[in-house]
């Protein structure tokens, strides 16, 4: 049973940045696709970037693009979210997912999910 468990978040200024993590410590995820989602209050839930079990296959969404890059570490079980050029608009509690699938999709069909980090981006 996975056990994703995201880390990271916190408050900063328009134009900082953040590393998000999630560890997996209940199995090892090395197949899976791997993503992170968002979900900003009285929004829905949406994709942010995606990433296939060998560290290519890269999604991300067309707001996060140039500013956003995700990463793997198959070896630790680890999936990171670099953020840079924060935008207020950025302000979501962020979502680890896994997939029990080498397929990357962008759409909401992970398998587990983590409990979320808070971001949030002042102006």
């Known amino acids: 049973q996975a056990h994703l468990v995201e880390s990271g978040g916190g408050s900063v200024q328009a134009g900082g940045s953040l590393r998000l993590s999630c560890v997996d410590s209940g199995r090892t995820f090395s197949l899976d696709a791997m993503a992170w989602f968002r979900q900003a209050p009285g929004k829905e839930r949406e994709f942010v970037a995606a990433i296939g079990w060998t560290g290519g296959n890269i999604h991300y969404a067309d707001s996060v693009k140039g500013r956003f890059t995700i990463s793997r570490d198959n070896a630790k079980n680890t999936v990171n979210l670099q953020m840079n050029s924060l935008k207020p608009e950025d302000t979501a509690v962020y979502y680890c997912?896994?997939?029990?699938?080498?397929?990357?999709?962008?759409?909401?069909?992970?398998?587990?999910w983590g409990q979320g980090t808070q971001v949030t981006v002042s102006a």
């Open positions: 997912a896994a997939r029990e699938n080498v397929v990357v999709v962008t759409t909401p069909d992970y398998d587990y």
